[in-house]
């Protein structure tokens, strides 16, 4: 396969000032060490137990769905929703405005659909109502005649709003994945793998996003429903069909696609290929995608477009083009979410070149803390998260006056062992926010403008030591190095039936070396385009996205003339060539004489 040794801990310092080390111990092929074949060196790297690679290597729901019951208040959830099924009372689902809310949302809708339930949904304005129930909308649902309301990827720190839904004596079920705090808001059930009383086998699925939390629910209210006898001359519902929806709310949302969450991602990207929900086979021609989406797909052509409707536009496209049942209706929704994505991308350029000018005043502080008046609230957490890329550290961003009294709104990211979802909702019950929370990678926040001072400085005290601990384990982790001769189509084939891939799964790195570069220039606004060549004579192209302007971009387009490197990053197939050529996606580089 042309693969070779590197001395990956040889490299302390690469171009980009990393140091390169193997993920799990020497991962060096070409001995063939450990006797397993390439797909099981990965695995293994990533935590799979020996005798557990098959599990791992196909994964199902067969072998890795756990029962339902074992969530808090799963089963008195499930015992409501089918008695609403049973007694065809109105049902509201009352969802969030991001992928993973629109897409919870629809599991629920499509679910009871199947069941004779045409329930309503509700999705709350980003701008004009914010993250969460409001008091008045539960309020509101309920004098409209509905008699139950599930709230989905949101609720879990409604202490207040629910309190007004019990004085209604309206039910509500929360469904949810986000960080709650010792004391529950007053809910029939509140379903959340994070509970702080939940038990260790449940809060092991502390990673679902709220469309899989949905998805179990679903199991638990059909389950209930085969109980009592109810498809005793009825069909029931296809829930495997509903996956396309976990698979793409689980990616978006960017939960650890490891365990249950890998099974859910592989199998709903078999269903999402088959195309049979008409909003998903909409969104995909929207996306101009020729073949069947990927993983990756997911997370930066589907997800974005349904986020761009609470982002920038209307926050119910997503759910009515998720549930709809009419193609020509499908067809022009998805085209609006792709022009209101479109609108999104030059909003949140425009932001981040203002977030951005703010940095130098930054340059000592471990929590990145950004606030600007006229910045869209949309597009804050897309511009908290590339700066978190830019500067590996935790980032807040703050839309200023972001709602009629003067609030700032903000969204954070995080950094790998620094839990920000904590911090926040710590600094919440200090005083310095009006509302947050979150979980470990991202949260959210409103702030008085006149507290942002006091809040940098109490981020800084709280996550300082933790900042500095994330950072200095910060290494480019490989999985395998290899001559470019051995970057093959075959290759990259190979690596990907170990996937899906995504956050907590990482997806194979590879160093391909030595190599001197034949060509290197700019493509696009920034990314650097190269053709690499090596001592064995093979040849292959390269392109480091949005690096133009960074140390490393700068060493490959002007440092690395006539010196020989090692390129690191991730390994993808080009279908535009007349025939598939391997491609590396370049995240790092070092010089190898």
């Not at 599990?55 to 015992?79: E, K, T, V, Y």
């Not at 209210?221 to 976990?246: C, I, M, Q, S, Y």
Request: net charge negative.
């Amino acid at each position: 396969m042309g693969m070779r040794p590197v001395s990956v801990s040889g490299i302390d310092r690469s171009l980009s000032g990393k140091a390169w080390r193997w993920r799990a111990g020497n991962m060096d092929l070409g001995n063939g060490a450990l006797g397993d074949d390439l797909v099981a060196q990965l695995l293994l790297a990533r935590g799979v137990e020996r005798d557990d690679l098959d599990r791992h290597r196909n994964p199902s729901l067969r072998g890795f769905l756990p029962d339902p019951s074992i969530f808090r208040d799963m089963d008195q959830a499930a015992a409501r929703l089918a008695r609403a099924v049973v007694s065809g009372e109105t049902v509201t689902i009352y969802g969030d405005y991001d992928v993973d809310g629109a897409t919870s949302a629809a599991l629920l809708i499509r679910l009871l659909r199947e069941l004779g339930v045409e329930a309503r949904y509700y999705i709350p304005d980003r701008l004009l109502e914010g993250y969460g129930p409001s008091g008045e909308a539960l309020v509101r649902i309920a004098g409209d005649g509905s008699s139950l309301i599930v709230t989905v990827d949101c609720g879990a720190m409604a202490h207040e709003a629910l309190g007004m839904a019990r004085q209604a004596q309206v039910d509500v079920v929360v469904v949810d994945h986000h960080k709650c705090s010792h004391e529950l808001p007053p809910a029939l059930a509140l379903v959340n793998p994070n509970r702080l009383d939940e038990a260790d086998d449940a809060a092991a699925h502390g990673h679902l996003a709220a469309v899989g939390v949905a998805f179990l629910l679903a199991v638990a209210t059909v389950r209930e429903l085969r109980g009592h006898g109810w498809f005793a001359n009825r069909k029931e519902p296809d829930l495997f069909a509903l996956l396309d929806l976990v698979a793409l709310g689980t990616v978006a949302d960017v939960a650890a696609i490891r365990g249950l969450n890998r099974a859910f991602v592989a199998q709903g990207l078999k269903v999402m290929a088959r195309r049979e929900n008409i909003g998903m086979a909409a969104l995909i021609d929207a996306s101009r995608l020729s073949r069947a989406p990927t993983c990756s797909d997911l997370g930066f052509a589907l997800g974005p477009r349904v986020n761009a409707g609470g982002r920038v536009g209307e926050s119910t496209l997503g759910v009515r083009l998720l549930t709809s049942q009419d193609p020509e209706e499908a067809r022009a929704i998805a085209a609006q979410l792709s022009a209101l994505n479109e609108e999104r991308r030059a909003i949140e350029a425009a932001v981040q070149e203002a977030a951005e000018a703010q940095l130098e005043r930054q340059h000592n502080r471990a929590v990145i803390v950004l606030a600007g008046a006229g910045w869209h609230p949309g597009v804050i957490g897309i511009v908290a998260g590339r700066i978190k890329e830019k500067t590996g550290k935790p980032t807040l961003v703050i839309a200023l006056d972001a709602d009629e009294a003067g609030h700032g709104k903000g969204s954070g990211r995080s950094i790998a062992g620094v839990d920000l979802g904590a911090a926040i909702i710590a600094a919440r019950e200090a005083g310095l926010l009006v509302a947050g929370g979150g979980h470990a990678m991202a949260a959210g926040l409103t702030v008085l403008p006149e507290k942002l001072s006091a809040l940098a400085d109490w981020l800084d005290e709280r996550l300082g030591n933790d900042v500095l601990a994330a950072m200095a384990r910060q290494s480019l982790l490989l999985d395998l190095s290899l001559t470019p001769r051995g970057l093959t189509p075959q290759l990259v084939t190979e690596l990907e039936s170990a996937g899906p891939f995504g956050m907590g799964w990482p997806a194979p790195r590879i160093a391909v070396g030595p190599v001197h570069l034949i060509k290197a220039d700019i493509v696009g606004t920034d990314h650097v385009r190269m053709v690499a060549g090596g001592n064995d004579g093979a040849s292959f192209k390269a392109i480091a996205f949005r690096a133009a302007q960074s140390e490393l971009g700068q060493a490959l387009l002007h440092g690395a003339r006539g010196r020989k490197l090692w390129l690191a990053g991730r390994t993808k197939i080009d279908d535009w060539a007349s025939r598939p050529q391997a491609e590396l996606h370049v995240e790092d580089a070092a010089c190898a004489d």
